[in-house]
């Protein structure tokens, strides 16, 4: 072999090996369209947003297919779910592309394999595990694991498999109590929705309750919570031996309370410093945040309720499938929340928190048609698309919300508009074309 072929094959060993080193070339989101009249399909992209895959189906029995028509169950009941015929309206209800429909699990209906392939999965399920998911933040663990709460019970699960109706058990992946939450320090039979949160680096987790199903709330700090032992052979373990005696608690009056969604459902971010952010939701009238500052003395000082204001909107009483979602960056340093503007789901009101020090931005889309979707991109991303009418333009339309960029250049607690690309800044290609509201989904443990 002479010299130059030698040199050559060296080169292209080494570029095989940073391409598969580099996380950011596994897949990462799809594009998604579920004709009731046409073809189904997705179309698979890295966090590079190169195409990787793309994957087409038969639709002409509102179902999934293939060309030896077989089908699936789930999609066969609960293709509603998850199609892309419309966009959210007053009486659009079931229809897949809605603001609340995915979150840091994934989608309420469908999944997506690495190579395009669609999951079904039972939006009853799927919106349990979407309304119970908590935050985990600095998770050096395993980020393809999740932490859930529903009212006494606390679990650790795959983020891919949707959590049952009771979180009873799912295969080793599973950790429960139903005494350490329950019934003791403040705690009584009052539901608690996903309100949990875990800083791994500071390994503190922060617990929120209503304590009288009205504008009452009690804070639940733990400290020295060691990490979960993924190798445990009983995860209920790590919840019954965190200590009590590191465990405080502070009271506070919530800036409005008055349903199930409010009362009982928020997404909570303990802070490398200390602060901790509660971002809730009160159905038809705001998107709430509420940030607390250490005192020095096993106290806090709340801030001022950070509301933006919102029309019509549902939340979790009204199903399990609306209400107040959230993402976590790769990097697991950056937090953004949203939920709908208008009815089942349209238009978004945004805050994006950084962990290390509790500082926010926030977004408003104040409208009553496309919803929105997120995933995280590379390592402290987000896109961001709105699911607009394919009829309108080829592709779909997209932003990309650039964390660190946001926070060098906006003050805290300030509106980071001017920072966000307008949507058709990056354009995506979908399955179908003409009448079709694509969405985008995580690939689960694709980063």
């Given at each position: 072999m002479d010299i130059l072929s030698y040199n050559a094959i060296q080169q292209l060993d080494r570029h095989m090996a940073r391409d598969l080193l580099d996380p950011w070339k596994k897949p990462a989101f799809a594009v998604v369209s579920m004709q009731s009249s046409s073809y189904w399909g997705t179309v698979v992209y890295n966090h590079y947003l190169q195409e990787m895959a793309r994957k087409n189906y038969m639709s002409d029995t509102y179902h999934q297919e293939t060309t030896s028509n077989d089908t699936t169950e789930f999609f066969n009941n609960f293709y509603d779910w998850a199609r892309t015929d419309s966009t959210p309206s007053t009486t659009a209800s079931t229809y897949g592309n809605h603001t609340s429909k995915c979150g840091h699990i994934g989608h309420v209906a469908v999944g997506v394999g690495p190579d395009g392939t669609m999951i079904g999965r039972s939006p009853n399920a799927g919106g349990v595990a979407l309304r119970n998911v908590g935050v985990w933040v600095n998770n050096r663990t395993n980020r393809n694991l999740a932490l859930f709460m529903e009212n006494q019970y606390a679990a650790i699960s795959t983020r891919a498999v949707a959590m049952n109706y009771t979180m009873s058990?799912?295969?080793n992946h599973i950790a429960w109590t139903n005494s350490k939450f329950y019934n003791q320090n403040g705690y009584g039979t009052r539901n608690k929705w996903g309100m949990i949160g875990y800083n791994e680096k500071t390994r503190t987790m922060v617990i929120n309750e209503n304590l009288a199903a009205n504008t009452s709330m009690r804070l639940h700090i733990y400290t020295d919570v060691d990490p979960i032992n993924t190798d445990s052979d009983d995860r209920r373990n790590?919840?019954?031996?965190?200590?009590?005696?590191?465990h405080t608690t502070f009271d506070w009056t919530a800036n409005n309370a008055g349903n199930n969604e409010s009362y009982y459902r928020g997404v909570i971010v303990p802070c490398d410093d200390g602060k901790i952010i509660v971002v809730r939701m009160a159905p038809s009238s705001y998107a709430?945040?509420?940030?607390?500052?250490?005192d020095g003395a096993e106290?806090?000082?709340k801030e001022s309720t950070h509301t933006l204001s919102t029309t019509t909107a549902y939340g979790a009483e009204q199903g399990t499938q609306y209400g107040v979602r959230f993402q976590i960056s790769n990097d697991g340093k950056y937090?953004?929340?949203y939920q709908?503007?208008?009815y089942y789901g349209a238009g978004a009101e945004i805050f994006l928190i950084r962990v290390t020090d509790g500082q926010y931005a926030f977004l408003q889309h104040q409208d009553s048609g496309p919803g929105r979707s997120f995933v995280p991109i590379r390592e402290?991303?987000?896109l961001m698309t709105q699911s607009s009418n394919s009829d309108s333009g080829n592709g779909m339309h997209a932003s990309m919300i650039d964390?660190?960029?946001?926070?060098?250049?906006?003050?805290?607690?300030g509106n980071m508009s001017s920072k966000v690309p307008s949507f058709g800044n990056q354009l995506f290609d979908s399955a179908y074309h003409s009448t079709n509201y694509p969405y985008i989904v995580p690939i689960l443990g694709g980063s």
């Open positions: 058990y799912e295969g790590w919840f019954d031996n965190i200590d009590e005696a590191n709430m945040l509420d940030r607390f500052t250490p106290s806090f000082t937090v953004i929340t709908p503007y208008y402290n991303g987000f964390s660190a960029l946001i926070f060098r250049d906006i003050a805290d607690m």
